[in-house]
């Protein structure tokens, strides 16, 4: 039985299996896309719970 993804970028059906070379995506179409998007910074995570004020060690360089 062949496991079977959805591409992150379409939603298309996509096989995985080494002769899908673009994995998890269902071609380079929607890989670059996807790339572009991550380039672009279109990606973040939420903080959670970040503290008021940085600690003395954790201030960036000016």
């Known amino acids: 039985m062949v496991t079977t993804v959805n591409c992150p970028t379409c939603g298309a059906k996509v096989e995985w299996t080494e002769a899908n070379k673009y994995r998890p995506f269902c071609s380079d179409r929607?890989?670059?896309?996807?790339?572009?998007?991550?380039?672009?910074?279109?990606?973040?995570?939420?903080?959670?719970?970040?503290?008021?004020e940085l600690?003395?060690?954790?201030?960036?360089?000016?």
């Open 30 to 52: 929607c890989k670059q896309i996807d790339l572009g998007a991550w380039a672009e910074e279109k990606y973040t995570i939420p903080a959670v719970n970040l503290p008021d």
């Open 55 to 62: 600690e003395d060690d954790q201030k960036p360089l000016q």
